[in-house]
């Protein structure tokens, strides 16, 4: 039972804490001691971050205001910017939020150099027309400051007033935190969404007219008509929202400019235009326009983070005009050019499979009662048809990779039923690891007919038909043999005798090992390279598959006429064996292959081929011992240079006999000739044409120190024109008295010739 007493004693607590709490809600504007004991120092004596609404600027004659939206669930803010003074809601764009939270910290924690005496006369301290003007409202509490005239000391600082409060002098940073320009404070993000947002992107312009639309796999198509069309390609659409990245406003320009400089693009064909449409219709459709160099009196950067940061070249950025929403006109990286011209062809994902070989955890090819069933197991796999097995990983690896790198040619309009696709003579799946909300998704493949050397297939995720050359479509079908050992000879390099060597028009080397090294049965006259005949039997000892594509050659891999045949012969466990070793026709960055007897087919890298079809004949022949020279003419562009050697192997310029040489450059020439190894012998016999040695770039004399028979001979070097050799820049170079044209390093070359002032 409650007594009388407790009943008044509650009822008085309660009145209290009533009443405190009406006290505290209408004194709340007001600063607490506590507050204004922790803000004694600061230029702000209150300051409540959580309770700012709005901040209004005017800097330089230009006019913003910054209001705080607060999501319907109270849990987040962000900022919306107006420009000018239109209080017209519609004109609000987003503020630039790093921005404007370093403008707050600002405020927060400004502090004064020193107080401005109240009896001061203000008349000379710039207030009459402030350079700038901040306005804070934060609940009930609201503060303006005015920045005025240089204050002169500390360097930097300037005067700067709080109505109702004092005058003061406040540092150069504060100073620069005021005078930001109110663009400083509008979003550089010209696209407002985000890939995973939008359910269309349309693209017109340079690269033409393109429509992306989300499918239901959660990738986009390209729109065709009728909710028809081919998926994009994962690699090229990742380009794209790279280009959508890049567009970040460096430099806001007034529209006439950004228009001007649009219009100009336009003519030219070198605009692009982009409309991104949201999934949620609610909101607004994005349209953005971009082309033509950026003016060069444009704004100044914006950098909220980094405003002294040096300014980029105007050439190096372009316009972008944004329609919808919140019109911007501004300047961004040129690099977002090169997603946005991507065309439709390119677009177009023509593989097979949209997968990385990771992604594949099961597959399952069918063809009338032939069945190929694979699933991971640990790093290896299990085969389930048509026999139950272990395979290793790496005897998958190659078969695996192929299947995801598989491309065709998009075939539209298609006649499905005219294909052998419906019905479908086959089926191709690959179950991929759990993602997300799906627990296994797969992708399906539906194989139809061979007709005319190619094999058809319609992906069921798109409905695109793609045909695939009859030397390739054997990877889509149930064939165990694909996934055979990928180590191609049993045999280590040290029990290969001989390597013999044909292709081209006659080209042919035979290398055999010999208790001192390696030496050439052909052909004659040639020195071996010891280094290149080593790596030969070593990379032919460890040759590996890529991938195995057949069980045998129907005609189609270019065995009939070979690349390349290489006949080996060594020491097996059962006596001397020799294998013959076919390079038929390249494919993608390989070439197919095969052992005969064997019928299977592979695929090779295609250094293979480069490698079996390089003469390894010495490449030294080029590089020249400082101690053995006694003088060195270089002719080239006309001028004559001429070194001397000296004792202890040093080399001087002669410049009596010829040009005087810069200093270091006899220094750079001895350093370039020590190294100036070939990299290949590209052809023996007599120089071609189009090598340039009727009228050599450089050519170099050196007269030897006499002594050795073979020192005695001089060193003739003529070197050719520059070209590109298996990606590689190169100079063609020949030695007198060896029949055969090599190449070398552009970068060995050059030194020598910038020693000579010839570039």
């Known amino acids: 039972?409650?007594?009388?007493?407790?009943?008044?004693?509650?009822?008085?607590?309660?009145?209290?804490?009533?009443?405190?709490?009406?006290?505290l809600l209408i004194d709340r504007g007001n600063p607490t001691s506590a507050e204004l004991e922790t803000?004694?120092?600061?230029l702000l004596k209150v300051f409540r971050r959580e309770e700012i609404s709005e901040l209004q600027l005017e800097v330089g004659g230009d006019k913003a205001r910054i209001v705080r939206a607060v999501s319907p669930d109270a849990t987040e803010s962000d900022y919306r910017l107006f420009l000018g003074s239109s209080p017209d809601s519609s004109k609000a764009e987003p503020a630039d939020q790093p921005a404007v939270d370093r403008l707050i910290q600002a405020l927060e924690f400004a502090s004064p150099v020193r107080s401005v005496d109240p009896a001061t006369d203000k008349a000379g301290l710039g207030f009459e027309h402030p350079r700038a003007i901040l306005s804070v409202r934060m609940g009930s509490v609201s503060w303006r400051i005015e920045l005025g005239a240089e204050a002169g000391t500390p360097t930097g600082s300037a005067y700067a007033s709080v109505p109702g409060q004092g005058t003061y002098v406040v540092a150069r940073d504060f100073v620069a935190d005021l005078l930001r320009p109110v663009d400083s404070y509008r979003s550089r993000i010209v696209l407002p969404y985000v890939a995973s947002e939008l359910a269309a992107i349309r693209l017109d312009g340079a690269g033409g007219a393109r429509n992306l639309l989300k499918a239901p796999w959660g990738g986009f198509r390209i729109d065709t008509g009728g909710g028809q069309g081919p998926r994009v390609h994962r690699v090229v659409y990742d380009q794209l929202l790279t280009a959508f990245a890049a567009l970040r406003v460096e430099r806001f320009v007034s529209p006439a400019a950004a228009e001007d400089a649009l219009r100009a693009a336009k003519q030219q064909g070198k605009s692009v235009s982009l409309v991104a449409e949201p999934v949620d219709k609610a909101r607004p459709i994005a349209r953005v326009e971009i082309g033509g160099e950026c003016p060069a009196a444009a704004a100044p950067?914006?950098?909220?983070?980094?405003?002294?940061?040096?300014?980029?070249?105007?050439g190096g950025l372009v316009v972008v005009i944004r329609r919808e929403p919140q019109p911007m006109s501004a300047c961004v990286p040129a690099s977002a050019m090169e997603g946005l011209r991507t065309s439709s062809d390119q677009f177009a994902d023509k593989r097979l499979l949209d997968l990385r070989p990771d992604d594949v955890e099961e597959l399952k090819i069918q063809r009338a009662e032939r069945v190929l069933e694979l699933v991971r197991k640990g790093s290896g796999w299990k085969m389930r048809h048509p026999e139950e097995r272990d395979v290793t990983g790496a005897d998958a690896k190659g078969f695996v990779e192929g299947l995801t790198k598989l491309e065709g040619e998009l075939v539209s309009p298609a006649d499905p039923k005219a294909l052998g696709l419906e019905?479908?003579?086959?089926?191709?799946v690959v179950i991929q690891p759990a993602s997300g909300s799906q627990e296994h998704p797969q992708q399906k493949l539906e194989l139809g007919d061979e007709q005319g050397g190619y094999s058809y297939v319609r992906r069921v995720q798109d409905g695109v038909v793609l045909r695939i050359a009859g030397n390739q479509a054997h990877q889509i079908e149930p064939v165990a043999t694909y996934l055979r050992s990928s180590a191609l000879l049993d045999?280590?390099?040290?029990?290969?005798?001989?390597?013999?060597?044909?292709?081209?028009q006659g080209d042919k080397q035979i290398i055999a090992r010999t208790p001192s090294g390696f030496k050439f049965e052909a052909p004659n006259g040639y020195v071996v390279d010891g280094s290149l005949s080593a790596d030969l039997f070593d990379?032919?000892?460890?040759?590996?598959?890529?991938r195995w594509v057949a069980d045998r050659d129907d005609g189609s891999y270019g065995f009939a006429k070979p690349a390349a045949v290489a006949q080996v012969e060594g020491v097996g466990d059962g006596g001397t064996k020799s294998w013959r070793l076919l390079i038929g026709a390249r494919i993608g960055d390989g070439v197919y292959g095969r052992w005969e007897p064997d019928t299977g087919v592979f695929v090779l890298p295609v250094g293979v081929q480069d490698q079996l079809t390089t003469y390894v004949i010495d490449r030294s022949m080029f590089m020249i011992d400082p101690s053995e020279v006694r003088d060195m003419t270089l002719s080239a562009g006309g001028k004559k240079a001429v070194i001397v050697g000296r004792a202890g192997g040093t080399w001087a310029n002669d410049p009596d006999a010829g040009i005087a040489l810069a200093e270091g450059s006899v220094e750079r020439i001895q350093s370039a000739f020590l190294e100036m190894r070939a990299e290949a012998a590209l052809h023996l016999g007599d120089a071609q044409e189009s090598e340039g040695f009727a009228k050599p770039l450089l050519e170099v004399v050196v007269h030897r120190i006499p002594g050795h028979e073979e020192r005695s001979k001089d060193i003739r070097i003529a070197i050719g024109k520059g070209d590109a050799w298996r990606t590689m820049s190169v100079y063609y170079a020949r030695r007198e008295g060896v029949a055969a044209t090599y190449v070398i390093g552009a970068?060995?070359?050059?030194?020598?010739?910038?020693?000579?002032?010839?570039e």
């Open 491 to 504: 045999l280590s390099a040290d029990r290969i005798r001989k390597v013999s060597i044909t292709w081209g």
């Open 423 to 428: 019905p479908a003579k086959g089926t191709l």
């Open 301 to 314: 950067r914006v950098d909220a983070a980094a405003p002294d940061a040096s300014l980029p070249e105007a």
């Open 1 to 23: 039972m409650t007594t009388r007493s407790q009943t008044i004693t509650t009822a008085v607590l309660v009145s209290v804490a009533v009443g405190l709490g009406a006290y």
């Open 39 to 42: 803000r004694k120092s600061n």
């Open 747 to 758: 970068a060995r070359v050059k030194p020598v010739l910038k020693a000579m002032g010839v």
């Open 539 to 546: 990379s032919l000892a460890k040759l590996s598959a890529e």
